[in-house]
């Protein structure tokens, strides 16, 4: 029988279908690599008939560094003898001598380089895109359809769109009035949008995709007609219920029989609450799990009253397991119910989604697979490859425990073409895949662990040729501590798992080989929780201590990562240790909102919105009133008129504003309160937002506080490199990388935990209205609705199991030198554990060691051994300098240029409209390319457009300035120059000639000596950067053009 990790010898001739079982650190990017040079060093043009799939941009990132880096190693290998492994593993197998080897990664890289988009290494996701662009016409998709890569505000979108049609449609009123009723009964808000919105976030998940596919043919009136039915079934199965109660109590009252007579009279009141219609049960308690199989009465029992209840029994156990058959079909009948009201909305929802993309030329990322698997996938290969442009002959797809079943199903046919196909020399395709079924972490959102190991076994292997698989069982990550920990952790472990598969998993797959490493430190530390509020103090206290431990062992806050299970964990160690000075970088940290600038402008677009709010000015003038000695007293003077404070203090008219874009508001804002005196990267995201959301949404203040409002917690900026702080992150985020030093506090998850899991389950369509499915909550009850609904709450139990050793197998793998484990001292009375939970684990791991003690709280393996810290590379800044250009606001387009009653003013307009043309114009033959811009943007129409046209003709044939304006020559217009003293200078023009430079500036009205000054400023810096000016000219732009050369 094949076991999960076989040794398999790697056979003389290369295997075209290769499997890489790598466990955590083994070295699968350098495998990939050594496999990818393979082919590339073997073949000329191999690279181009490459596919490689991943899931991340950062893997694809690293993979082509690996692949560029090891070929320029490759052909700069002069000398065999100091050659790199990995060119002596791929020369001896693709069996080539070095000089050859080392010419043709010279050929290749050179090759790659020059025909770059032919280097097809991408995410996954990129390639479905790719592939839907190619056939969007066939598919009557937009062809620029924007890709949606959060769903919630579409969805929030289109709940709000379906519930505005509740008046208009009967039927629809009709569901959600009678919805909202029900929830008003049980105690619950009659909002339906958030019970809409939770069962909307189906239509984006793959995992449920197949079974809504059941239900597009189903209207309103077939779920009505269910709906209906149920409640008939409910109120039989009650009727049922009261019946066989009624008929125990005259069981009791014919045969003379009392309550008391009855132990603790438990079993005849349980049944008259029965009887009494009472649905309020728990048959998983006490006597109520297995009636009948002790006596109902006490030994102090008359035994003539002993008898009669003995002779009752079997009518008291027939009756009595009739009641709970009939409870837990109504239990059933309940469950479903809960969900059939979102469900009879979910086609209409999903149409006002398709409606909104439509309106909108958009498309989520997340129905890719779904328009493929139906649209795409059943096409001949060949015609596909056609269409893409490209055959591939050969395909790499990294991390394969993380692909859902419809992307793997949409890649099966391309890779069948090429694995089950000749070439013209007779060679066939291959195909890699690299995993790690302990590494599957996101089931969530469509990954399957079972497909890798399936593959594995070949036990469902799609393709003609079998898989060689091959472990890779070196850990190169960990020092030797580490990986011994692990090893016999997962080990001890693994037999609480319930499926004998993900048993096998742990035990044979996690055996890891030491690496040259030595050394190495492990930790277990227990807290004793007492109340819920002390949990986050003491989880926050013990990782203080951990840190200081590691920070005198010479070791840096850059080294170390602390990861935890949710978010919330996350912020709360983030905010305990940032109050102890300890420097933190988190998700939370890069949120936009922590930033108190942004706070602040947001507040100021706030008050816009709601003039005369005095908690939004409170929190205006809180900001403003920072490093003012009387804090509280300017804000109190201020509180009730917040404009004339900044119109008079700062000159910001909020009245000017009201004409304004959001994007115009805030960048005059940043101007005014001086916000970007020093490098904001929080300032940039915001604009940079703005930016996006006026684009789809509009100009607006409403709509982009409306985005703000459902976006804020997860607007956040991408952590920076180099920085010298700790790390806090989630176990997903922190898959695939490592760390110095790794510290998981809070490791005391519940293996069994449900969040809000939903299931669905197959029903007798005769029985149901026609409907396969009924679509139930997850809860331990479901064991008791038949034999099937059994077998699949099972089955997922047993995912949850492998999917909650597979997330602690992750964050105990992360660590290179040092692994901190804070968990819960979890004990009942006897001194027992409970391995539902991992502390359980951790526990029951020592006490198979022999090493327990319940008076200690620290368990240490290895030795925490200090460093010597090299001095890091000092890493430069160029520091973000936000400008603010000045430009012309809101134009009034006219016909003629007399409205502006005045000569100044007509010179300004005309002034501002050359100098907004000249910063576009780079040559002379640019003139009509510009005001066709300008117009487009209607900065300039009618007699404007004549009157602009002659000026610029006047001044690029100019004889004194046309030069300026020829082709051959580099222009710079209106490009931002940093001065040696950290100031911003604009000059209008710079034409460049090798190092030579002319400085150009355009002004209006009359001759000043400040523009002199100015210019001179200008060719300073310039000199300073090392250009010669040879001339320094300011361009008056009158009635006539007068260059002035200083």
């Avoid at 809409?196 to 596919?213: D, P, Q, Y």
């Avoid at 066939?428 to 594995?456: C, H, M, N, P």
């Avoid at 080989?513 to 190495?520: H, Q, R």
């Avoid at 240790?577 to 949120?591: A, C, D, G, Y």
């Amino acid at each position: 029988m094949a076991t999960l990790f076989d040794v398999q010898e790697t056979p003389k001739k290369d295997h075209p279908f290769k499997i890489f079982n790598a466990s955590a650190g083994s070295g699968k990017t350098h495998t990939l690599t050594r496999e990818y040079l393979k082919i590339v060093l073997s073949s000329p043009k191999g690279y181009s008939r490459i596919l490689a799939l991943t899931f991340t941009n950062k893997a694809v990132e690293e993979m082509k560094h690996r692949i560029l880096g090891s070929l320029h190693d490759f052909a700069n290998t002069f000398d065999i003898k100091k050659a790199k492994p990995l060119f002596l593993d791929v020369q001896k197998e693709i069996g080539l001598d070095s000089e050859t080897l080392r010419i043709r990664s010279r050929d290749a890289l050179k090759e790659i380089l020059h025909n770059y988009a032919f280097f097809d290494i991408s995410t996954i996701d990129k390639f479905t895109h790719r592939l839907i662009r190619t056939f969007a016409k066939d598919l009557k998709l937009p062809q620029n359809f924007e890709v949606i890569l959060d769903n919630d505000l579409l969805l929030s979108e289109a709940v709000s769109r379906l519930i505005l049609k509740a008046g208009s449609d009967s039927l629809l009123t009709q569901i959600l009035i009678e919805f909202a009723f029900e929830k008003i009964d049980d105690d619950k808000s009659w909002d339906v949008a958030h019970d809409l919105n939770k069962i909307g976030k189906l239509l984006f998940s793959e995992n449920h995709a197949v079974h809504l596919e059941k239900f597009h043919d189903k209207g309103i009136e077939d779920f009505l007609e269910l709906r209906k039915l149920f409640q008939q079934k409910i109120k039989s199965a009650q009727g049922h219920m009261v019946l066989q109660a009624t008929k125990i109590l005259e069981y009791i009252e014919s045969n003379g029989l009392e309550f008391a007579d009855f132990t603790g009279g438990y079993f005849p009141k349980y049944i008259q609450k029965i009887a009494e219609g009472d649905t309020n049960l728990d048959f998983d308690r006490s006597w109520r799990v297995d009636f009948g199989s002790k006596p109902l009465y006490n030994k102090t029992c008359p035994d003539h009253t002993k008898a009669r209840i003995d002779a009752l029994l079997p009518e008291f156990i027939e009756s009595f397991s009739a009641i709970k058959r009939h409870y837990y079909e109504m239990a059933l009948l309940k469950n479903a119910y809960n969900n059939i009201v979102p469900l009879t909305v979910l086609n209409g929802l999903q149409q006002e989604v398709k409606q909104l993309q439509k309106e909108r030329d958009q498309l989520s990322i997340s129905e890719f697979n779904t328009i493929i698997s139906k649209e795409i996938k059943n096409q001949p290969a060949p015609f596909i490859y056609e269409r893409l442009g490209e055959k591939y002959r050969h395909y790499f797809i990294d991390e394969f425990q993380d692909t859902s079943r419809m992307q793997w199903e949409n890649l099966v046919p391309l890779i069948a073409n090429a694995l089950e196909s000749q070439d013209a020399q007779g060679k066939t395709g291959s195909l890699f895949l690299v995993g790690d079924a302990k590494q599957a972490i996101y089931r969530w959102r469509g990954g399957r662990a079972e497909q890798f190991l399936d593959l594995i076994l070949n036990r469902a292997n799609p393709f003609v040729i079998a898989p060689k698989v091959y472990p890779l069982p070196t850990n190169y990550r960990s020092h030797e501590e580490i990986i011994a920990f692990n090893n016999n952790f997962f080990t001890i472990s693994a037999p609480f798992l319930n499926n004998q598969l993900y048993q096998q998993l742990f035990l044979e797959g996690n055996q890891q080989l030491p690496n040259t490493k030595k050394g190495g430190y492990v930790q277990l530390t227990f807290v004793e929780e007492t109340v819920e509020e002390d949990k986050d103090l003491l989880y926050g206290m013990a990782t203080l201590q951990t840190i200081e431990k590691v920070l005198q062992k010479g070791h840096t806050y850059s080294d170390i990562c602390i990861l935890v299970r949710s978010n919330k964990e996350g912020v709360a160690l983030a905010d305990f240790l940032t109050k102890q000075h300890i420097p933190v970088i988190s998700s939370e940290s890069l949120l936009l909102l922590s930033s108190e600038k942004v706070r602040f402008l947001i507040d100021l677009l706030h008050y816009q919105n709601q003039f005369g709010d005095l908690a939004i000015s409170y929190n205006v003038l809180f900001f403003l009133s920072k490093g003012k000695e009387s804090r509280h007293e300017f804000i109190a003077r201020h509180l009730g008129d917040l404009e004339a404070v900044l119109k008079d203090e700062f000159g910001f008219d909020l009245e000017l504003m009201k004409q304004k874009s959001v994007y115009d508001i805030l960048e005059l804002a940043i101007r005014q309160f001086n916000l970007a005196n020093e490098s904001d990267a929080y300032i940039l995201f915001l604009m940079d937002t703005v930016l996006e959301v006026e684009q789809k949404e509009g100009t607006g203040i409403r709509s982009f506080l409306a985005y703000w409002e459902k976006k804020k917690d997860s607007l956040g900026l991408s952590a920076p490199d180099h920085l010298n702080a700790v790390q806090v992150m989630t176990v997903h985020k922190a898959k695939g990388l490592e760390f110095p030093i790794v510290i998981f506090p809070y490791a005391n998850e519940y293996l069994y935990k449900r969040m809000d899991k939903k299931l669905w389950l197959p029903v007798d369509q005769n029985d149901y209205c026609e409907f396969e499915e009924l679509l139930v909550n997850e809860k331990k009850e479901v064991l008791r609705y038949g034999a099937i609904a059994k077998q699949l709450y099972e089955e997922e139990e047993q995912k949850m199991e492998l999917d909650a050793f597979n997330v602690l197998y992750v964050a105990l793998t992360r660590a290179e030198k040092a692994l901190f484990i804070v968990t819960r001292k979890q004990l009942d009375k006897t001194g027992g554990h409970n391995t539902d939970y991992y502390s359980g684990l951790f526990i029951h791991f020592l006490r198979e060691k022999g090493l327990w003690d319940p008076s200690k709280d620290t368990f240490s393996f290895g030795k925490l051994d200090p460093i010597k810290k090299e001095t890091d590379a000092i890493v430069a800044y160029i520091p973000y300098q936000y400008t603010h250009k000045e430009r012309p606001g809101f134009r009034i387009l006219t016909s003629t240029g007399n409205l502006w009653d005045t000569e100044r003013e007509a010179a300004l307009s005309k002034g501002n409209l050359i100098h907004e043309a000249m910063g576009i114009l780079e040559t002379v033959e640019d003139i009509d390319d510009v005001l066709m811009a300008l117009s487009r943007r209607g900065e300039v129409q009618g007699e404007e457009l004549t009157l602009v046209k002659e000026t610029m003709g006047q001044l690029v044939h100019h004889p004194e300035l046309a030069v300026y304006y020829q082709k051959g020559y580099e222009v710079r217009n209106e490009k931002d120059i940093m001065t040696a003293d950290g100031h911003i200078i604009r000059p209008d023009r710079l034409v460049f000639d090798g190092k030579n430079v002319s400085i150009i500036d355009y002004k209006t009205g009359k001759r000043n000596a400040s523009y002199q000054r100015q210019l001179n400023g200008y060719a300073h810096t310039l000199r300073q950067m090392g250009y010669v000016v040879e001339n320094k000219i300011i361009v008056y732009i009158n009635e006539t053009i007068t260059p002035e050369f200083i």
